[in-house]
Every structure is written in structure tokens, then in C-alpha cells.
């Protein structure tokens, strides 16, 4: 399990600063992100499924990511080649190793999302926003184990 105030500051924030999509608001979500899914950093692959890295993407949604999203904006792919160094599509593989590129990952994966993102201080907000655009309607994650989860990580 990683540390949250280290994960913030060496990981999350710098890319997001090279994404040019950072906030408060942006690293809260991506916390709780990673709090929920892999429990902090506990699980790099899911145990009996196909997701991966520290935020638990499935390769599908990575390479939708790519393929109809970052690859639909020449802005977005310039930020891909100087910033994470691929200007075409890495192997999903690169979730479990590149923390910074899972991050700028999980946070492109909610940029596609038409609502402003939750503010950083409201933990049903970003239940909410989590639940609605990651895990989904279908996802396991129940919101009394997710707030569980994320509280025990910040305290880690």
C-alpha cells in the first residue's frame, strides 16, 4: 500500500501537471480511485479478472482511451508524446508498471465525462462521480466499502 501524500505528490500531481489537467479536485478523485480499486496499491492485476495497475482499468478501457479520445485530439497526443513518451498506443501492460501513465490514465478516462468534476472535500460527491463513471451501475463496489477503503488509505 502506498502511501497517500506520497502518491499524490511524486505520481499523481506531476501527471497531471503534464496532462495540463490538474486539481485539487482531479488528485482527490484519483485517490479514491486507487484507495477503491486496488486498495491503495495492493493489487497491481485484479485477482480473477483482466484489470490492471493501481487504478484497476481493463485493457478494453484503455484502448477505447486511445482509440477514441487521445488519438481525436492532436492537443492531447502532443501531451502523450513529450510527457509520457508514446505517441501511439503502448501495450495496456504499461498500467501495472508506469505509475505516472496509469494516473494520467484513470484521470483521461474521467475527462471524458461531461460533469465537472467533485469537489475534493465531499466523499458522496466523489462516491457519486466514481460509482457513475468508473465502477459503474454494474461495477461491484458498494459505497459504504468504498468510503471505508478510501478513509483507511488516507490514514496509511
Not at 497531471?16 to 477503491?36: G, H, K, N, R, Y
Not at 505509475?99 to 474521467?110: P, T
Request: aromatic share 12%.
Amino acid at each position: 500500500m502506498f502511501k497517500p501524500e506520497q502518491l499524490r505528490e511524486f505520481i499523481i500531481k506531476p501527471a497531471l501537471q503534464d496532462l495540463v489537467m490538474d486539481s485539487i479536485d482531479a488528485e482527490e478523485l484519483l485517490l479514491f480511485t486507487c484507495a477503491v480499486e486496488s486498495i491503495g496499491g495492493t493489487y497491481l492485476k485484479q485477482v480473477n479478472g483482466p484489470a490492471l495497475g493501481i487504478y484497476q482499468m481493463e485493457p478494453a478501457t484503455h484502448n477505447d482511451i486511445w482509440q477514441n479520445y487521445i488519438n481525436e485530439k492532436s492537443s492531447l497526443t502532443f501531451l502523450m508524446v513529450t510527457n509520457f513518451d508514446c505517441g501511439r498506443m503502448p501495450s495496456e501492460e504499461r498500467l501495472i508498471y508506469d505509475l505516472r501513465y496509469a494516473s494520467a490514465m484513470c484521470r483521461l478516462h474521467y475527462a471524458r465525462a461531461k460533469e465537472p468534476l467533485p469537489p475534493a472535500q465531499d466523499v458522496d460527491a466523489i462516491w457519486n462521480y466514481y460509482k457513475t463513471y468508473y465502477n459503474t451501475v454494474d461495477g461491484a463496489a458498494s459505497k459504504i466499502h468504498a468510503i471505508m477503503s478510501y478513509r483507511a488509505f488516507l490514514k496509511a
